[in-house]
């Protein structure tokens, strides 16, 4: 199996966000006057998703979302030392490298945003091409993003491997023809995701070296 991109999602998947996501959600909730019930167990469950599609499952939506997004991009780093990059990250990163695979983050958070946070956890120079949320382009699962990836860097979507812990993730690589890898250290359960039937399994990010190898450790 020939591997030429690795693609990655970003909360659970190279960084543990969730407490971060959460406290700063309530509070820019909180500034615009919302206050839902949102257990914290329960929230984790949907990261992942667009935070309008989360706000749904909890029963409530938000009249002026640009503005909570605003604020809620604003407060993000009063949060972050609550979020780690998960062991063996920088590791597989670089052994990717090595190997002349090409590597790319694909994440529902704005592209601004999304750089900030690799650039904060010091892998903003291990990962070729960042794909955050824009203007005019479909979220995961849709395969639009994925393809965009593919093709700006010039590789065959066939030959690009899909990393995530969520259901999306799976979704979004099989949709655009790609190969998909689920980890199971980040916010769905294993039982979940091996309902979406991804290529891959993995209990650690450092796997994905078996993966591109080709030496079927795993």
Not at 6 to 15: A, E, N, R
Not at 44 to 60: C, P
């Amino acid at each position: 199996m020939n591997i030429n991109l690795v693609v990655f999602d970003l909360d659970g998947t190279l960084v543990s966000s969730h407490k971060t996501i959460y406290y700063a959600t309530l509070r820019a909730l909180k500034e615009i006057n919302i206050f839902p019930k949102m257990p914290e167990e329960d929230f984790y469950k949907t990261i992942g998703m667009h935070f309008e599609e989360i706000f749904a499952r909890f029963g409530f939506s938000v009249p002026d979302f640009e503005k909570f997004i605003g604020i809620y991009i604003s407060i993000y780093f009063d949060y972050i030392k609550l979020s780690e990059a998960y062991p063996g990250v920088n590791s597989i990163l670089t052994k990717l490298q090595k190997r002349n695979i090409k590597t790319a983050l694909l994440t529902t958070k704005g592209q601004d945003h999304a750089e900030r946070i690799l650039k904060h956890f010091n892998l903003i120079d291990q990962i070729d091409y960042v794909m955050g949320r824009r203007p005019g382009i479909a979220h995961k699962p849709s395969a639009e993003p994925l393809i965009k990836i593919c093709n700006d860097l010039n590789i065959d979507v066939t030959s690009s491997l899909m990393i995530g812990d969520t259901e999306l993730d799976v979704q979004c690589g099989k949709n655009a023809g790609a190969k998909t890898c689920a980890v199971t250290y980040g916010y769905r359960a294993a039982e979940d995701l091996e309902k979406e039937f991804p290529d891959f399994m993995i209990d650690n990010i450092l796997d994905v070296d078996y993966i591109v190898s080709g030496e079927n450790k795993i």
